[in-house]
């Protein structure tokens, strides 16, 4: 099992920013990655890395956040720059992890990130 604890939301003023964290215990993982979930809208991929340091971004993201990861502490990051209000969300931390029965999949409570003036 792996439990995923996510800190670093809050509320912030436009051009503001905020840095995410999200810590993995239980098992070493793969890759991970943030996701956001705004009210009346589907989740959607903010970012993602994996074990190697790959990334991966959301075209309305890229310029502005940076993902990173410390394997060392199963712990990845999300730096947000120039935050606008429509980065408004719920931001969840996935992480996934290799098992004899596949590629499972795990979930963070989530931390809600506010843009507003």
């Known amino acids: 099992q792996v439990q995923l604890v996510e800190s670093g939301g809050g509320l912030v003023q436009p051009g503001g920013s905020l840095r995410l964290s999200c810590a993995a215990s239980?098992?070493?993982?793969?890759?991970m990655g943030w996701y956001r979930q705004a009210p009346g809208k589907q989740r959607e991929l903010v970012a993602a890395?994996?074990?190697?340091?790959?990334?991966n971004y959301a075209d309305s993201v890229k310029g502005r956040f940076t993902i990173s990861r410390d394997n060392a502490k199963n712990t990845v990051y999300l730096q947000m720059n120039s935050l606008k209000p429509e980065d408004t969300a719920a931001y969840y931390c996935?992480?996934?992890?290799?098992?004899?029965?596949?590629?499972?999949?795990?979930w963070g409570q989530g931390t809600q990130v506010t843009v507003s003036s």
């Open positions: 996935k992480a996934e992890r290799a098992s004899g029965y596949g590629i499972l999949t795990y």
């Open positions: 239980g098992s070493i993982v793969s890759s």
């Open positions: 890395i994996s074990s190697g340091g790959s990334t």
